[in-house]
């Protein structure tokens, strides 16, 4: 998974990188103005939906508990309406009285009829004596009840409570031969207070419309719908439908919801029916009834949606500008570079009669100045070459004809030492033989490679012929590993120092001197010394010799051989390597030669 997320970031770095530059321009811009653009637009979208939110919830929330305070306030009155029988003599005897009579008919009908109308909403009142007959009085349009029908449950219910108050959920009571009535009760067992013992049972019947008034306004400002359920989970009352409380789907979606509800109060977010509700609700703790408020997302983001839809335009219309002015900067920063390639292509084709006009100061125009100036550059330099071969082919042909007058005058010099051989004159035949010798040398061209042994055997006969000329003047030793005499090196490195150290070390000297040729291998690198024990130099003199040969300078004052010698070794092994010479006046002097590392060289050979 990592390499091919890898692996497609690659592919779009690559394509990005690819484009041109105007292309490039324009995602920058765009990225740079889009993201901050689009992410705080984000960022207020949200702030504005949590807000609102949390506003809704809040709102809800104080309604639901105002909803239930009021149910609470509610059902405490009717629970103290219960306690009444307990102050009235006369329903206190009458409940312990057997059978009935005009008097005790008369007393209940007055007692019921006055707790019937402290409650509007109260449809019936009932009371049980002590021997289980039922007195009843009914609010208005209400002619026939079936008191017997819920007698044994109100039994139950009273023995269960004993003396407190306990309020039953919704139930259908009959109030005719086919009309029903949903109601919640409030019923309380009466007993006597000179003997404290049950002597009945009084009961309020509520119509459930009663909670029509608490719950439309909470409905109304909530913009949801409101349920109520009783302790042990039963649907109360239901603003949506509350003339079908046991359908399946509001069973369903019941369930659902009271699932969610942990606590004394909270809030939830539910799906129910395809949409998203926010639940809120509150636990009474007098009667333990659940007020449940759920209102759909919808409604409380509709504005929000509004707000939303009216930033997200306002966000394509500035990225679409961004977009546009992006495009005109973009062009008018990558034309100058356009003209710019499109002449770098016709110089590539070899048209060098272009000049850019470069308008602005800036860093663009900069480059065209630049690329002016390398153009007249390119043009001096082609000059100079072509200037430079010319004179190459000078150099050859004068070269060429150079090669001839050492050929004739070795072969001259070949005649001259068959004649002294003829004549009985070995010395001038010896000495016309090395001579030969040394120019047979020189004659091959001055880039071939030769070897160590190659250049001690040059010198040895040049040595040998500067014997003749100076009898008894010059001892040569040469201590040099056999290991180094395959070293290849290129020619004549070796001949001008030992010609150098004659001339001015051992010639000025009196007496005979010695010339020592050694070698060895440092470092890497190979090491060979020439000294003499001639005449030497001052430190003066020493410094500026080796200070010529380190800058390369030309002059007169040392010659050319040193100094030849020198610059081919730089050229050939690089900068680092070359000659230095160290000498004490009088002492002699020294000259240290140092080449290519041994061991890669006689690799290569």
Known sequence: MVSYVRRISRQLWLYLANLPMERKLIVVFVFLISMPITYVS?????????????NATSSASQMADSASNTIDRYVADLKRNTALPLYNTDVQFYLEEKGTNWNKNSSMSMFL??????????????????????????????????????????????????????????????????????????????????????????????????FKGIVDPVNTVTQGNTLIVDDKGE???????????????????????????????????????????????????????????????????????????????????????????ATIISHALTKPLKSMVRLMKQVQHGNLEVWL????????????????????????????????????????????????????????????????????????????????????????????????????????????????????????????????????VIKLVLQPIVENAVFHGLEPKEGPGTLSIGGWEEDGQAVFCVEDDGVGMDSDTLRALNDSLRSGADGERFGIGLRNVNERIRLHYGPLLGLSVSSEPGRGTRVTLRIEALTSRLREE
Do not use: C
């Open 42 to 54: 984000y960022l207020s979208s949200r702030s504005t939906f949590n807000s609102v939110l949390v």
């Open 113 to 210: 009829s006055y707790l019937n109308h402290t409650k509007e909403e109260i449809i019936a009142v009932y009371l049980v004596d002590k021997y289980g007959l039922v007195f009843y009085d009914t609010g208005l349009n209400i002619h026939e009840l079936f008191p017997k029908e819920w007698l044994p449950e109100w039994q139950r219910l009273s023995e269960a409570a004993g003396v407190a108050p306990i309020v039953q959920g919704r139930h259908t009571v009959r109030v005719g031969a086919s009309d029903h009535r949903e109601v919640f009760s409030v019923l309380r067992t009466v007993t006597s207070v000179s003997t404290l013992k049950r002597i009945g049972i009084i009961i309020f019947d509520i119509d459930i419309s009663l």
């Open 235 to 325: 649907l109360v009352y239901a603003s949506d439908d509350p003339k079908d409380p046991n359908s399946g789907q509001q069973e369903k979606n019941l369930k659902l919801l009271l699932q969610h509800t942990n606590g004394e109060a909270g809030h939830f977010q539910i799906h129910l029916d395809g949409k998203d509700y926010l639940a809120v609700y509150t636990v009474s703790k007098k009667t333990g009834w659940t007020t449940l408020v759920s209102i759909p997302l919808a409604r409380i983001l509709s504005p929000v949606e509004k707000t939303r839809n009216t930033l997200i335009l306002t966000t394509l219309a500035i990225i679409a500008f961004a977009l546009f002015v």
């Open 357 to 488: 006009h470069p308008k602005y100061n800036d860093e663009i125009g900069m480059l065209g100045s630049h690329f002016n100036r390398m153009i007249v550059r390119v043009k001096d330099l082609l000059q100079e070459v072509s200037l430079t071969e010319k004179r190459k082919q000078k150099a050859d042909m004068r070269a060429l004809q150079n090669q001839i007058n050492p050929h004739f005058i070795y072969n001259t010099l070949e005649s001259i030492r068959m004649l002294a051989e003829s004549s009985d004159d070995p010395r001038v035949a010896e000495l016309t033989y090395l001579l030969g010798l040394q120019m047979r040398y020189g004659i091959v061209r001055s880039e071939e490679m030769v070897t160590i042994r190659h250049e001690l055997d040059h010198v040895r006969n040049y040595l040998h012929l500067l014997q003749i000329r100076f009898p008894d003047k010059f001892r040569l030793d040469i201590t040099v590993p056999e290991a180094l005499l395959p070293l290849p």
